[in-house]
């Protein structure tokens, strides 16, 4: 897939997710500029930097307003720390205005951008991708306020695309769990990324070149079509945790609770793969 010479921002392109997204918009011929507060450690080749912080609308329009012409827009820079909704142990504190900064990141930023980035837009009939999360579809206890945040910014991708077609298509890429240098911070060391990896389907975190990937596609002209659109990368998401719990539809299990396969005979087999239906996790 080739975007030759096409000038891509990329919000949060200085680590983890912004910078597989940066590197495969690199690959692809882009242009590609990438906006954070701090530098990257390292500079990424075929990269350019632009300080920025997305929170602030007059930086945000200053930086388009300093752009010869912008042809793809990836809204990435988000994130949250783990903040249950009443505070924790040692942080304890019932002020939204703390869960508000959060959707500030997350849905009003991207809104944000994508206003200052329009005309640009509009001109190259251009297109923006949003980097969602599967944290927006289901429970998100710890971290309500992104989930409800990367609900909105789903919404908005879809209403936008409806306002702005047919100059400017607008999508969201849905993601589940990505390797990046910070996963320890989520799913602690390696052990604890190990067995997080082995509750999704494909048996691995998403690697940031696999968002990097499904981010050129949906900004290609194979994506011509498409707009208004969710995609999902989550490696086949989440085992239904019923399925683990139910009684029925599972092989017998012994007292011990060791489950038995039957062999036709009526006598069981030990089987410990954990016999779930669909294989175990
Ligand atoms: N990692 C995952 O498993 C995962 C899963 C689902 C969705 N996502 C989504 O993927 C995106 C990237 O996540 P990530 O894990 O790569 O996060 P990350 O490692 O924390 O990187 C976040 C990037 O955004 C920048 N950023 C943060 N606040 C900013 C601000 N106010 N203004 C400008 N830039 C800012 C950071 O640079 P500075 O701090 O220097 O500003 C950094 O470049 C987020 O939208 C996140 O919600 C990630």
């Known amino acids: 897939m080739e975007l030759n010479g096409k000038l891509t921002v990329v919000t949060g392109g200085t680590r983890g997710v ?5 590197h495969a918009f690199a690959e692809a011929g882009a242009d590609v500029v990438i906006c954070a507060r701090r530098p ?11 300080p920025l912080d997305v929170r602030d609308p007059d930086a945000v329009q200053a930086l388009f307003d300093g752009l010869p012409r912008v042809d793809v827009l990836v809204n990435n820079a988000g994130g949250t720390p783990y903040r249950p909704l009443t505070g924790t142990a040692t942080d304890p504190g019932t002020d939204a205005r703390r869960h508000a900064r959060v ?4 849905l009003t930023a991207p809104l944000t951008v994508s206003l200052a980035a329009h ?3 509009r001109r190259s009939r251009g297109s923006i991708v949003m980097i969602g999360s599967v944290s927006g579809s289901r ?5 309500a306020a992104y989930g409800a945040a990367k609900a909105g910014l789903e919404h ?5 695309a409806v306002e702005w ?10 993601l589940g769990m990505v390797r990046t240098e910070l996963s320890h911070l989520h799913y602690g060391d390696e052990h604890g990324v190990a067995a997080v990896a082995r509750t999704v389907p494909l ?10 990937g499904a981010a050129v596609f949906l900004a290609s002209d194979a994506a011509a079509y498409i707009t208004g659109a969710s995609l999902l990368v989550h490696g086949g998401g989440e085992r239904p945790a019923f399925l683990d719990a139910a009684t029925a539809d599972r092989p017998p299990t012994d007292d011990t609770g060791r489950r038995y396969t039957t062999d036709g005979t009526g006598r069981g087999t030990p089987d410990d793969s954990n016999g779930t239906r669909g294989g175990g996790r």
């Open 165 to 174: 077609a047919p100059d400017i298509r607008v999508n969201t890429l849905v």
């Open 40 to 50: 990257p450690d390292t500079p990424l080749k075929g990269t350019e930097f632009l």
């Open 203 to 212: 048996g691995r975190l998403a690697d940031p070149s696999d968002v990097g």
């Open 139 to 143: 429970p998100s206890p710890g971290s």
């Open 156 to 160: 908005l991708a879809r209403s936008m």
């Open 18 to 22: 912004g910078a597989g997204i940066a």
């Open 103 to 106: 959707i500030d990141l997350n």
């Open 119 to 121: 005309a640009h837009l």
